[in-house]
Every structure is written in C-alpha cells, then in structure tokens.
C-alpha cells in the first residue's frame, strides 16, 4: 500500500461490523480509545493494513496482527 495514496485522498467508507469489536478486540482494547478499536477491528474484518501516526494504536494493531503502515504525525515522528 502506498501512503501517499491515502494522503492523496484515495479512502473509501467501509462497513464495521460490530460483532468484530467485541470478538476480536474487546480485550486487548479495554484501555484504548474506542475509536482506535473500531480502526483496529476493521482492518482486521477488511484484511488489510492500518494506516496511522498513533503509538499506542500501531502497537496494539501490531500485537493483534494487524499489518501497520506508519505514517508522520505533525512533528514528522513515526509510529514505532
């Protein structure tokens, strides 16, 4: 996947499916915002890679095997 194409603007609305949340990363999320969990569980139902500048987020998208691609925050520091 080709960061620049997501900042290019080339994103589509995807449908989440809300069971996915609960089954999938309802436990390891407990701590993080519910909006990262949702981005979590639906590139985990889509298959596909996690787009984000978030620490937290690409660590925990990382350890439920989730693939991340780490793009700069606003201080050009990269996601670990």
Do not use: F
């Not at 993080?32 to 298959?47: E, G, H, S, T």
């Amino acid at each position: 996947v080709d960061p620049a194409a997501l900042l290019r603007g080339r994103l589509s609305v995807k449908h989440l499916d809300v069971t996915g949340v609960r089954t999938n990363v309802e436990r390891p999320c407990a701590a993080a915002p519910l909006a990262d969990c949702c981005a979590i569980a639906l590139a985990q139902q889509q298959v596909t890679p996690l787009a984000t500048t978030d620490r937290p987020m690409a660590r925990l998208a990382r350890q439920l095997g989730v693939e991340v691609i780490a793009l700069p925050d606003s201080r050009g520091q990269m996601p670990e």
